[in-house]
C-alpha cells in the first residue's frame, strides 16, 4: 500500500479563529471543508510544502519558523494510507484568499465539527479546540 505524505496548517488569526477551505467542484472531495495544506514533494521538508502551499493557495507568506507541529493524522483509504502532520501558524504576511477557486471561512475552533470535512481531517480537531 502506497504512503503519501500530506501536510497540513491551521492558520490561527488574532481573534483565534482557524482558516478552513472548501474543495471546489472537480475536485475529489468537492464540497467538504479542510486545512490548508498539500503533498509534500520529493526532496520537500513538511514545513517547506507548508509554506510553498500557502503561497499557492491563499498567496500569504510564512516562514518555516512560524509552523509548529501540533498533531497529526493517519487514516487508511482503500489503495493508499495517508499521513498528515498539522501545524499550527499565527503569523503570515498578507491577506488569505482563495486562489484556486475554494472558498474560505474563518471558524472557531469548537464549530470545526459543524462542517463536514474529509474523515482524515477529523481527528485533527481535537487538538485544536485543546489548544484554542
Same mark, same amino acid.
Given at each position: $500500500?502506497? *504512503? ?8 490561527? &488569526?488574532?481573534?483565534? @479563529? /482557524?482558516? /478552513?477551505?472548501?474543495? !471546489?467542484?472537480?475536485?475529489? *472531495?468537492?464540497?467538504? %471543508? ?19 502551499? *500557502? ?28 499521513? $498528515? ?6 503569523? %503570515?504576511?498578507? /491577506?488569505?484568499?482563495? @486562489? ?5 471561512? %474563518?471558524? @472557531? ?6 462542517? !463536514?470535512?474529509? !474523515?482524515? &481531517? ?8 485543546? *489548544?484554542?
Amino acid at each position: $500500500m502506497k *504512503l503519501v505524505l500530506v501536510v497540513a496548517c491551521a492558520l490561527v &488569526d488574532s481573534d483565534g @479563529r /482557524i482558516l /478552513i477551505a472548501q474543495r !471546489p467542484e472537480g475536485k475529489k *472531495l468537492a464540497g467538504l %471543508w479542510e486545512f490548508p495544506g498539500g503533498k509534500v514533494e520529493a526532496g520537500e521538508t513538511p514545513e517547506a510544502t507548508l509554506v510553498r502551499e *500557502l503561497r499557492e493557495e491563499l498567496g500569504i507568506e510564512t516562514k518555516s519558523a512560524c509552523l509548529a507541529p501540533l498533531t497529526f493524522a493517519s487514516h487508511g483509504y482503500e489503495d493508499w494510507h495517508l499521513l $498528515m502532520p498539522l501545524y499550527v501558524c499565527r503569523r %503570515w504576511e498578507g /491577506i488569505a484568499q482563495g @486562489r484556486e477557486g475554494q472558498a474560505l471561512k %474563518w471558524v @472557531r475552533a469548537r464549530e470545526l465539527r459543524q462542517y !463536514p470535512m474529509p !474523515p482524515a &481531517d477529523l481527528p485533527l480537531i481535537a487538538p485544536l479546540i485543546e *489548544l484554542l
